[in-house]
T-cell receptor
Framework: DAGVIQSPRHEVTEMGQEVTLRCKPI?????LFWYRQTMMRGLELLIY????????DSGMPEDRFSAKMPNASFSTLKIQPSEPRDSAVYFC???????????FGQGTRLTVV | GQQVMQIPQYQHVQEGEDFTTYCNSS?????IQWYKQRPGGHPVFLIQ?????EVKKQKRLTFQFGEAKKNSSLHITATQTTDVGTYFC???????????FGTGTQLKVEL
């Protein structure tokens, strides 16, 4: 398996624009996580899904952020409108079942100017 | 909400010296995991501890889970330059699968 695949790897966008980050989890994994990493706040869990259903979205910063998982092999994290403070590395991770290791993708480095 | 803190935030050592990072959770954990993130990379799973007081070893790395299941530690014996990176603990509380990461300890190893 190629592991968790995220796209794009880098994204530079202007403030106010919509940004969509994409993630393909490892095939057969039931859980998918979205994390945001910044120097100030570290690794923050934004939302996680179990069998395509959002379980906990308490980490989503505000209504500008939304995440979907239309099927078992694809998830998106959307920011609309984007702001400079959204600049961060966004990681997607998946795990096989509950209470097992999480496999991380390479991350998307987002810069909002 | 659940908070997981790590100390120290940074550690500079000479190659061959030992290193320890400590992890403390505000709530009791069902299990704890440790990850390593190389500069510019992504977190990579190292190990999971489940039982109270559990100790596990991986070559030069020793992991410990506290008796109260609220703290953990990672000790590296005789550090090498390949140990450079940020070490994170990550815990789950209650019966859920919400994995909360600690604040991380950045390790630098000099020759």
């Amino acid at each position: 398996d190629a592991g968790v695949i995220q796209s794009p790897r880098h994204e530079v966008t202007e403030m106010g624009q919509e940004v969509t980050l994409r993630c393909k989890p490892i095939s057969g994994h039931d859980y998918l996580f979205w994390y945001r990493q910044t120097m100030m706040r570290g690794l923050e869990l934004l939302i996680y899904f179990n069998n395509n259903v959002p379980i906990d979205d308490s980490g989503m910063p505000e209504d500008r952020f939304s995440a979907k998982m239309p099927n078992a092999s694809f998830s998106t994290l959307k920011i609309q409108p984007s702001e400079p403070r959204d600049s961060a590395v966004y990681f997607c991770a998946s795990s096989l079942v509950s209470n097992t290791e999480a496999f991380f993708g390479q991350g998307t480095r987002l810069t909002v100017v | 909400g659940q908070q997981v803190m790590q100390i120290p935030q940074y550690q500079h050592v000479q190659e061959g010296e030992d290193f320890t990072t400590y992890c403390n959770s505000s709530t009791t954990l069902s299990n704890i995991q440790w990850y390593k993130q190389r500069p510019g990379g992504h977190p990579v799973f190292l190990i999971q501890l489940v039982k109270s007081g559990e100790v596990k070893k991986q070559k030069r790395l020793t992991f410990q889970f506290g008796e109260a299941k609220k703290n953990s530690s990672l000790h590296i014996t005789a550090t090498q330059t390949t140990d450079v990176g940020t070490y994170f603990c990550a815990g789950r509380a209650g019966g859920g699968n919400k994995l909360t990461f600690g604040t991380g300890t950045q390790l630098k190893v000099e020759l």
